[in-house]
């Protein structure tokens, strides 16, 4: 052991981090940014609906955080998400890219502009925050850590929303990848796999008693997900207790990927 206990125990501390949320006006990035904010970071929380970015930001200590409009799949948007942590709080240390919207359909006959959309914001915005945050922690030098979401349905089968799925599962892809391409720069890559979890996104799916008695029974923990069960492996993987951990995709699900 090389170093005290105080010194382990600060592991998960983000005191003086600096961390950016993409979609963090509702559900999973919502909670995500107060999460980090709890545990010391100063957060930018950015959404394409500023007003609810603005509501994240109003229950948060007004001096750590900062609410700005972005949306991903305007590369441009993302280079200006550093660039606001970087004026406000002097740097950036962690980006969250959580912003994804989700589509029902049979796979057959899902409209193409539907089809543009799961990737262009699930697939294309997580890459576009992806090159913008390495930019930064490239330039600046000491590394960094991004953190992307993805899903149950980047890997395993979700029948019913195929394009969500391959954007997703592209998304665990790109974690690994980036995690390799940017290891040389200290720069960290992980994901957060959810299950269902209670937020916007999934609420037509849950509202339906029979669907939601389905999913609490396939999952092994007989429950969906609430926001707040991400909270701990996000603090973990923007943390330096997570200081060798890059490429991971971490299931925060429940168990229902593992059969
Ligand atoms: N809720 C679930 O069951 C579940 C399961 C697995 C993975 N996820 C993933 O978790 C992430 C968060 O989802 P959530 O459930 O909190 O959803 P949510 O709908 O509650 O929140 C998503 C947020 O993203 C924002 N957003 C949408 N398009 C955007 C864009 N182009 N640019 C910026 N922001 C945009 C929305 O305004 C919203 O505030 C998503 O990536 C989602 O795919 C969710």
Known sequence: MTRGTEE???????????????????GIGSAIAHGLAAFGARVVVSDVDSKAAEATVAALPADRAAAVRCDVTRGEDLDALVETAVRRFGRL?????????????????????????MIDVNLKGTIFGCQSAARHFIERGGGGSILNLASIAGVVADPGSAPYAA??????????????????HRIRVNAIGPNYTRT??????????????????RTPLGR???????????????????????GHVLMVDGGWSVW
Do not use: C, H
């Open 8 to 26: 382990l125990r600060r592991l998960f501390d983000l005191d003086g981090k600096v961390a950016a949320v993409t979609g963090a006006g509702s």
């Open 93 to 117: 240390d962690v980006l969250v890219n959580n912003a994804g919207v989700s589509a029902i359909a049979p796979a057959e006959s899902t409209p193409r502009n539907v089809i543009d959309r």
């Open 167 to 184: 954007a997703k599962g592209g998304v665990v892809q790109l974690t690994r990848t980036l995690a390799v391409e940017w290891g040389r």
């Open 200 to 217: 916007p996104l999934v609420r037509s799916t849950l509202a339906d008693p029979e669907k939601l008695a389905w999913i609490e029974s």
């Open 224 to 246: 969906i997900g609430e926001p707040d069960d991400m909270i701990g492996a996000a603090v973990f993987l923007a943390s330096d207790a997570s200081a060798y951990v890059t």
